[in-house]
């Protein structure tokens, strides 16, 4: 499976932006793709996963601003983000779960700066 992360770049708070993330390869493999960050110095977090079902799951943090959702179709994977702190400045990772394995994009910088 390989992940082509894009969106990233830098915002104003209070600004919005949305990532996407295409999946191709083995995608009959995947079970759930998601998003985490990681900000400098600090581990990697989980920001929001939706399973093939449409089930979806976010961090406490970006419930209420960020929106995970897919295109099966497309096999892409959106991270509509709205509201953006300076704290959500980090590097964004695509992640792709599978019965047996765990996949990872390129990662795409967010900056929330004024």
């Known amino acids: 499976v390989q992940l082509q992360a894009s969106g990233g770049g830098l915002v104003q708070p209070g600004g919005s932006l949305r990532l996407s993330c295409a999946a191709s390869?083995?995608?009959?493999?995947?079970?759930?793709m998601g998003w985490y960050r990681q900000a400098p110095g600090k581990q990697r977090d989980l920001v929001a996963t939706?399973?093939?079902?449409?089930?979806?799951n976010s961090a406490d943090s970006v419930k209420g601003r960020f929106t995970i959702s897919r295109d099966n179709a497309k096999n892409t994977v959106y991270l509509q983000m709205n509201s953006l702190k300076p704290a959500d400045t980090a590097v964004y990772y695509c992640?792709?779960?599978?019965?047996?394995?765990?996949?990872w994009g390129q990662g795409t910088q967010v900056t929330v700066s004024s």
């Open positions: 992640n792709a779960g599978a019965t047996f394995a765990n996949y």
């Open positions: 939706i399973t093939n079902g449409g089930r979806t």
């Open positions: 390869g083995d995608i009959f493999s995947i079970n759930a």
